[in-house]
T-cell receptor, first 112, second 111 residues
Framework: NAGVTQTPKFRVLKTGQSMTLLCAQD?????MYWYRQDPGMGLRLIHY???????AKGEVPDGYNVSRLKKQNFLLGLESAAPSQTSVYFC???????????FGPGTRLTVL | AQRVTQPEKLLSVFKGAPVELKCNYS??????LFWYVQYSRQRLQLLLR??SRESIKGFTADLNKGETSFHLKKPFAQEEDSAMYYC?????????????FGTGTRLLVSP
């Protein structure tokens, strides 16, 4: 039981490049979330999903897209990376009957 | 609006000293609060939730609805407690549950 995993762990992009971050969970959780963590700002919700095939915007969705084609996977895409997207990205998931969220190890992204 | 406030960015104490990390919330509904801990460059882990009313690693937190607070306390800090601590409020928004996080407090315990 690996819990919540994220790939890659680190990535450096140039402005304008695109990439996809992958989150996978093996706990059969319905809900999945993408957050970004920035110094002095805590965690802010980017997008979330309440189930396979459904996604919704969080607090800071601009510049990001997501997809949930399979229940266990939640992908976060950056179509044209900007330096303001330099951050640590965390994925989380939870069971529908509980409010506790389980977090992945994070992806450290730098956009030059 | 829903909000979680952690007024201290950094709390520095000596080993063996008592610790209190402050958390205040603003929410019109029935609050459910959590403390998450993040050790250096690791994932966030659940430390406490108010509904369980348990003590984890010597930490306790009591929900005070009158003061809208959920402060985290430990009577004797240890060096291994050094970490980032986030208070989080569970809210319902358009039928969907989400967590609202505070900005975090870094606890530094010196020998």
């Amino acid at each position: 039981n690996a819990g919540v995993t994220q790939t890659p762990k680190f990535r450096v992009l140039k402005t304008g490049q695109s990439m996809t971050l992958l989150c996978a969970q093996d706990m059969n959780h319905e809900y999945m979330y993408w957050y970004r963590q920035d110094p002095g700002m805590g965690l802010r919700l980017i997008h979330y999903s309440v189930g396979e095939g459904t996604t919704a915007k969080g607090e800071v969705p601009d510049g990001y897209n997501v997809s949930r084609l399979k229940k266990q996977n939640f992908l976060l895409g950056l179509e044209s990376a900007a330096p303001s997207q330099t951050s640590v990205y965390f994925c989380a998931s939870r069971y529908s009957g509980e409010n506790e969220q389980f977090f992945g190890p994070g992806t450290r992204l730098t956009v030059l | 609006a829903q909000r979680v406030t952690q007024p201290e960015k950094l709390l520095s104490v000596f080993k063996g000293a008592p610790v209190e990390l402050k958390c205040n919330y603003s929410y019109s509904g029935s609050p459910e609060l959590f403390w998450y801990v993040q050790y250096s460059r690791q994932r966030l882990q659940l430390l406490l939730r108010h509904i369980s009313r348990e003590s984890i690693k010597g930490f306790t937190a009591d929900l005070n609805k009158g003061e809208t607070s959920f402060h985290l306390k430990k009577p004797f800090a240890q060096e291994e407690d050094s970490a980032m601590y986030y208070c989080a409020l569970s809210i319902m928004n358009t039928g969907f549950q989400k967590l609202v996080f505070g900005t975090g407090t870094r606890l530094l315990v010196s020998p």
